[in-house]
Nanobody, 124 residues
Framework: QVQLVESGGGLVQAGGSLRLSCAAS????????MGWFRQAPGKEREFVAA????????HYSDSVKGRFFVSRDNAKSTVYLQMNSLKPEDTAVYYC?????????????????WGQGTQVTVSS
């Protein structure tokens, strides 16, 4: 069992930055690839970024590539999402998820555990 708790969301102006954190419980964090997803009102949950269990491989959605950066600290059982050059269309609830495998996935249904989400609002 893995419990995930996101933090770091908030209100920011367009062009600003935020760093989201996702703290995991349990001693097997390094056995999980981690993903970040987001869901805006009235829209489906969409993939944002993922990182392999050792941090050696990352991938991003086209909409955030070059602006968002995912990283992890296995000693702290935490994964991060650094979000730069934020746009109003980045407004959503952001979720982290754990997948018991080397690499992450674009597909939410391939993840085993989810956090409760943290709201990110970008004003224009």
């Amino acid at each position: 069992q893995v419990q995930l708790v996101e933090s770091g969301g908030g209100l920011v102006q367009a062009g600003g930055s935020l760093r989201l954190s996702c703290a995991a419980s349990g001693r097997t964090f390094s056995s999980y690839a981690m993903g970040w997803f987001r869901q805006a009102p009235g829209k489906e949950r969409e993939f944002v970024a993922a990182i392999s269990w050792n941090g050696g491989y990352t991938h991003y959605s086209d909409s955030v590539k070059g602006r968002f950066f995912v990283s992890r600290d296995n000693a702290k059982s935490t994964v991060y999402l650094q979000m730069n050059s934020l746009k109003p269309e980045d407004t959503a609830v952001y979720y982290c998820a754990a997948k018991k495998d080397y690499s992450g996935s674009y597909y939410p249904n391939q993840y085993d555990y989810w956090g409760q989400g943290t709201q990110v609002t970008v004003s224009s």
